[in-house]
């Protein structure tokens, strides 16, 4: 049974940082693609970034340049580095897998297992 949990969300100001994690078990990790999404009140989820096996990565327009996604395969974990956030950024985040190796979309439609999430809170 696949099993993601998220945590490293937190309140923090404008400008600021933040770390994400999500802890995988339940799948074979080092053979999924995986990503980040985000939902804020009252709008659509979307997509943030995702990783395939062979490490390539994909972002949205809105996180390029302040966003890194990263994988531990070692650890079975996936991170989210958030740098120079924004009130924008507000959100709660998602950490998501699906049963193959490539990420051809950044689409909440092609990821079938989630995590719970993690609240973000960006102050102005």
């Known amino acids: 049974q696949v099993q993601l949990v998220e945590s490293g969300g937190g309140s923090v100001q404008a400008g600021g940082s933040l770390r994400l994690s999500c802890a995988a078990s339940g799948y074979t990790y080092s053979s999924s693609c995986m990503g980040w999404f985000r939902q804020a009140p009252r709008k659509q989820r979307e997509g943030v970034a995702s990783?395939?096996?062979?490490?390539?990565?994909n972002y949205a327009d809105s996180v390029k340049g302040r966003f890194a996604i990263s994988k531990d395969n070692a650890k079975n974990t996936l991170s989210l580095q958030m740098n120079s956030l924004k009130p924008e950024d507000t959100a709660m985040y998602y950490c998501?897998?699906?049963?193959?190796?490539?990420?051809?979309?950044?689409?909440?439609?092609?990821?079938?297992?989630w995590g719970q999430g993690t609240q973000v809170t960006v102050s102005s």
């Open positions: 998501a897998t699906r049963d193959y190796w490539d990420c051809p979309l950044l689409s909440r439609s092609i990821f079938p297992y």
């Open positions: 990783i395939d096996t062979h490490g390539r990565t």
